[in-house]
């Protein structure tokens, strides 16, 4: 692993030697990250994944520089006097200081270009497709209260979009079972929903597709929702808040999943919309544990990427020492 952009560019190995890693440095804080400066450049608004994130890099000893979003980002074009330089040239100079870009971008494409044009590993902190650091910190979530014996059925309701793309993901290549409830018009396109039946085969877990949140969330162990409108999203408000109505995860429906289901959401929460204060607040709702987790699986990520002790612990080099296998 070079870098991490998406959930499904991993081996499952990966992901399992993330979780690991994870949970050691966050017992231990060993000080991996010693002397590593970490650039944060984040186009849109964030609470955990930016705290979460810096916190986490601080306690294994490294340092975050912030990189204001507009001396990087022209949408990977050099736009005279209205850019300050081309994205290639800025990704080259931050290259020369930073050990690893932490980036939360409006579109996939710019994380592609950042880790084409700069020479360091570039870490995807949202964008419009995938969200794969919240998508970790769910599988560990998700670990903790309900174990590993038996797959997980997931009910997500609501909106298809980054969070759920990448929860659908990992929750799928760990051999977990998914539903989605959401709006026929704002479902999964007929290639996601093939990729997805694809990692079901492969792994050994299942995903189905309903219109129908009380179907989705039948014998669900987790219930997992996101805002309807998400960042980028705000001039859809009224028109995406009409059609998702019928999917809040209020008491109601989250009393027909199993009495001991949890809920998850990756907040921010729009309490009234996506979801009811009596359904964040029960005594299941594992949302502030999930952001926690936030800053446990930031360690396992940046230390995977940057020690080399612990990717030479934890990865087969290529000479096949033992270890999990190095995907480049
Ligand atoms: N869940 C999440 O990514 O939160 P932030 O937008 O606050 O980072
Ligand atoms: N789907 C939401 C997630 C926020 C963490 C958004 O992209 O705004």
């Not at 949140?213 to 998400?230: G, K, W």
Request: aromatic share 10%.
């Amino acid at each position: 692993m070079n870098h991490f952009l998406t959930i499904g560019e991993q081996e499952p190995e990966i992901i399992e030697a993330i979780l690991d890693i994870s949970v050691y440095l966050e017992e231990t804080n060993e000080p991996v990250l010693k002397g590593k400066n970490i650039g944060f450049v984040f186009e849109k608004p964030s609470l955990r994944t930016k705290i979460g994130t810096e916190v986490a890099i601080n306690q294994l000893g490294g340092d975050v520089v912030k990189i204001e979003a507009d001396l990087l980002m022209a949408n990977g074009k050099a736009v005279p006097f209205t850019s300050r330089e081309s994205l290639y040239d800025a990704m080259m100079n931050v290259s020369q200081w930073c050990d690893a870009v932490f980036a939360r971008v409006y579109a996939h494409n710019t994380l592609e270009k950042m880790k084409q044009y700069g020479t360091i590993p570039v870490v995807n902190a949202l964008c419009n497709l995938h969200h794969p650091m919240q998508a970790l910190a769910d599988l560990l979530t998700i670990r903790q209260n309900f174990g590993t014996d038996k797959p997980c059925n997931i009910a997500f309701v609501g909106d298809a979009n980054n969070v759920a793309f990448s929860l659908t993901e990992i929750a799928l290549m760990t051999g977990n079972n998914v539903t989605y409830a959401g709006p026929a018009d704002y479902s999964w396109n007929e290639d996601k929903l093939s990729y997805f039946s694809l990692l079901s085969v492969q792994y050994g877990g299942s995903f189905s597709n309903t219109t129908n949140p009380q179907e989705a969330v039948q014998h669900a162990d987790v219930v997992y929702t996101d805002t309807f409108v998400s960042m980028g999203e705000e001039h859809l408000f009224e028109e995406k808040i009409r059609h998702f109505q019928p999917y809040q995860v209020n008491l109601e429906l989250f009393a027909q999943a199993k009495k001991s289901a949890g809920f998850m959401h990756c907040l921010p929460a729009h309490r009234g919309y996506e979801v009811t204060d009596d359904v964040m607040d029960h005594p299941n709702s594992w949302v502030f544990q999930q952001a926690k987790n936030r800053k446990v699986v930031s360690k396992g990520v940046f230390a995977l990427l940057l020690d080399e002790n612990i990717r030479k612990n934890y990865l087969k080099d290529t000479s096949g020492t033992p270890g999990l296998p190095l995907k480049s």
